[in-house]
């Protein structure tokens, strides 16, 4: 693990590239990871605030997952992403930065071909174990169907409608 320690108005604070906690197993799957939600218990509030600050500054021993911590989407972990949780939480300002990328239906971090073969392998009798759903909706109709599979082609071989993310609740 590569954390770095800095001063930023006078304080110690620490600083963590993503790619540092790559294996860290307190992680959420990729697909049910909530930007945010520092804690992992479902929701974003204060206790997520608290559990950053004490990552950030008063140097906790509980590990964060990068990937709920990255509040802001910047790829690291420090102070802009406490300041963008607190204007979240106290000030109503933008939410969280979704880890999540729409039309990557296998979650490796990449909308292509494989991602394609994956979603129609669903409508052809194939159990797919790999799927996120929150990502296959691809067209953003709350519904996983064969017009998924037409956007996502289109995107990936005529330059067609990007994917987008469904708030589907």
């Known amino acids: 693990m590569s954390l770095t320690k ?3 108005f006078g ?4 600083t963590l ?5 790559a294996q860290d197993t307190s992680c959420p799957s990729d697909c049910e ?3 945010g939600d520092v804690n992992d218990d479902g929701r ?14 008063w140097g906790g021993t509980a590990e964060v997952c ?9 790829e690291a972990v420090d102070i802009s992403d406490f300041i963008y949780l607190h204007r979240y939480l106290w000030l109503g300002e933008s939410a969280p930065v979704s880890p999540l990328i729409a039309g990557d239906v296998n979650t490796d971090g990449a909308v292509d071909i494989s991602d394609l073969y994956v979603l129609s392998g669903l409508f052809n009798g194939e159990k797919k174990e790999l799927i996120c759903e929150a990502t296959a909706d691809v067209n953003g109709d709350c519904s996983i169907d064969i017009s998924d599979i037409k956007v996502l082609g289109s995107y990936l071989f005529s330059n067609g409608q990007a994917p987008v993310l469904a708030s589907c609740e």
Not at 17 to 21: K, Y
């Open 66 to 74: 990068t990937v709920t911590a990255d509040v802001n989407g910047d």
């Open 11 to 14: 304080v110690l604070v620490s």
């Open 33 to 35: 990871a909530v930007a």
């Open 44 to 57: 974003v509030n204060i206790a997520d605030q608290v559990r950053l600050a004490d990552f950030l500054f």
């Open 17 to 21: 590239p993503l790619t540092a906690m």
């Open 6 to 8: 800095k001063f930023a």
